[in-house]
């Protein structure tokens, strides 16, 4: 089993910055890719971005390319993501995702969830 933690969220401005964090803990040595999703009031998960534990390769969805960065610390089983340039349409509950296969844009390759936290920009 794997645990994931996240923090960080909270309220910010338009054009303001936060930046989440996932802390994996368990059969970490098991997972292969790490993810961020999003779920916006009445709308479904949306893919945001994914990175692998090993190499570093990352994923992101066009809406937050530039903006939105991921990254991990492998010594601490710690991914985070950087937000910046934030928009009252980044408003969402943001969950941390790990993947036993390699890391995707696609909600069902993730196996273990975090239990969200919450993103509200304000205009």
């Known amino acids: 089993q794997v645990q994931l933690v996240e923090s960080g969220g909270g309220l910010v401005q338009t054009g303001g910055s936060l930046r989440l964090s996932c802390a994996a803990s368990?059969?970490?040595?098991?997972?292969?890719?790490m993810g961020w999703f999003r779920q916006a009031p009445g709308k479904e998960h949306e893919f945001v971005t994914a990175?692998?534990?090993?190499?570093?390769?990352?994923l992101y969805a066009d809406s937050v390319k530039g903006r939105f960065t991921i990254s991990r610390d492998n010594a601490k089983n710690t991914v985070y993501l950087q937000m910046n340039s934030l928009k009252p349409e980044d408003t969402a509950v943001y969950y941390c995702a790990a993947s036993l296969g390699s890391y995707s844009d696609y909600i069902g390759d993730y196996n273990y969830w975090g239990q969200g936290t919450q993103v509200t920009v304000s205009s």
């Open positions: 990175i692998r534990w090993n190499g570093g390769n990352t």
């Open positions: 368990g059969r970490t040595f098991s997972t292969d890719g």
